[in-house]
């Protein structure tokens, strides 16, 4: 065994699964930020909460540093395991656990995937309404250590909402049960919610209840072509109004070249600067004649070029996959990405600074812009020129990312909307968080983890 200290591991869990082996310390020490060179000591896969609780107590009473993994898709470095911490993943802990028809909700080990939990909700009638590209790799546990958002919390909201209850083992090893699964409980601090996007900070979440849904109404995919950043919002607007939407997601033309160059279909004839991916309900004839009207009045008003609306499933698959494509296509440019959000009514003032903020300081550079504009939450993805380093390309978007911490600052934003802070936004969590925030987030670490083991130096340095 590779380690010493492993043997004892193994001791204090007999049932444990270890791994060692180069190629898996290299697999699991690192999530899709690719920045970090993984050097973690060893990954651990418990099989259950009694493992998992061994694994922490071990972890405090010899001074190792635990990084909780699930699908490792993050985009922040939250599950990056680069300084001999032990990786604690959880994808041997993917079950169902149960349904609850009355409640209607699912019960689940964290390992289990996004895209198992939506086909679990579907046997029974139901869904699990968050959703987004990575369903069929990110974990529910992943889900819930950043308050996962994506395409459709337009409607749905994130994470946040679906999370009925979870079993969390602290820093300390300690089991807590956090709500019930209840819907309505004022019986002081909610530990749930904070637990949600705390990142492995504050401990491991080993079992969540999910609140399921009806599913939504029949729906159509539009796809709409815009000539200006200036109309997105008031094309929203117009459709908000008149539409029940599901998701309304925006992109530039310089996403679909990228998208297009990865293999996906071409949708309009010319190209346009802007496009609209927009889901709603079509339940009933005058509900489809509200889109027509919708449509119509964009057109007049000249916010509109063209569109298409999905004639049949595989069309709208087609249409999301020129969205949901995007962060793949670009992924060999090694981009370094923006999370940002504001209050969708202070999207066109923060838009218009920051266009002006990027085109001056990123005059060479291919910057991809698109996202989840219902939501005020927009993904400006920076790429690397092939002919820069890495770390002459990081430090440069740093710089920049400084100036638009600033501009968020003062439209009262978050740096980062829904990939979490990790060690990537970490230098500016201040943007979003003041002072006395950020030292009371310390203060509540040190009570759920007092020897700083879990996930150590994201989010905040303790
Ligand atoms: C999305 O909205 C994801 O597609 C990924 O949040 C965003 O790659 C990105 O920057
Ligand atoms: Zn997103």
């Known amino acids: 065994m590779a380690d010493p200290r492993l043997d004892s591991l193994q001791q204090a869990a007999p049932g444990l699964r270890l791994k060692t082996e180069a190629a898996d310390l290299e697999h699991y020490g690192r999530d899709w930020t690719r920045r970090w060179t993984p050097a973690p000591l060893a990954i651990a896969l418990p099989g259950d909460i009694e493992e998992v609780r061994a694994v922490v107590r071990w972890a405090r009473a010899n001074g190792v540093a635990i990084v909780p993994s699930g699908g490792r898709t993050g985009l922040s470095g939250g599950a990056v395991a680069a ?42 009638g139901l869904v ?42 602290t820093g300390t090893g300690e089991l807590l049960d956090l709500n019930r699964g209840l819907i309505k409980n004022s ?21 969540a209840t999910l609140k399921l849904t009806d599913p939504p109404p029949p729906t159509n995919v539009m796809l709409l072509a815009l000539p200006s950043f200036e109309v997105l919002m008031q094309v929203f607007a117009a459709l908000r109004e008149r539409l029940q939407l599901e998701a309304f997601e925006f992109f530039t033309d310089r996403a679909l070249h990228h998208v297009l160059a990865h293999g996906a279909q071409a949708p309009f004839a010319e190209v346009h600067p802007y496009y609209v991916v927009t889901e709603f309900a079509i339940g009933d004839e005058a509900q489809e004649a509200k889109v027509l009207t919708a ?29 949901e494509g995007i962060t793949e296509s670009l992924a060999r440019y090694k981009p370094y990405k923006n999370d940002v959000s504001v209050r969708i009514s202070a999207m066109p003032a923060f838009l218009e600074e920051t ?12 910057v991809v812009w698109f996202g989840h504009i219902g939501d005020g939450n927009l993904h400006i993805n920076v790429l690397k020129p092939d002919d820069l380093g890495d770390e002459a390309f990081v430090a440069q978007c740093e710089h920049v990312t400084k100036l638009l911490a600033e501009a968020l600052g003062k439209h009262d934003g978050s740096i980062s909307a829904e990939h979490g802070i990790g060690l990537v936004k970490k230098p500016y969590l201040a943007s979003t968080r003041s002072a006395e925030e950020i030292a009371l987030m310390r203060g509540v670490k040190r009570v759920f983890d007092p020897d700083g083991i879990m996930n150590p130096g994201k989010l905040f340095d303790a």
């Open 355 to 366: 266009q002006a903020l990027i085109g001056r300081e990123y005059p060479h550079f291919d």
């Open 295 to 323: 449509f119509e009045h964009c057109m007049e008003q000249g916010w509109v070029n063209d569109g298409v609306i999905s004639q049949s499933e595989a069309q709208a698959a087609q249409l999301w996959r020129l969205r």
């Open 128 to 169: 699990y309404p968050v959703d987004f590209a990575a369903r069929g790799s990110c974990s529910i546990g992943g889900n819930i250590a950043t308050n996962a958002g994506g395409i459709r919390v337009i409607r749905y909201g994130n994470t946040r909402e679906w999370v009925a209850g979870l079993k969390l083992v």
């Open 83 to 124: 300084n001999g911490e032990l990786v604690l993943s959880l994808e041997r802990m993917n079950r169902v656990l149960g349904f609850d028809p009355i409640d209607r909700t699912l019960t689940v080990q964290p390992g289990i995937a996004l895209q198992s939990v939506h086909e679990a909700a579907r046997e029974h």
């Open 187 to 207: 019986s002081g601090y909610d530990l749930r919610h904070l637990t949600i996007a705390s990142e492995g900070t504050l401990g491991i979440v080993v079992e």
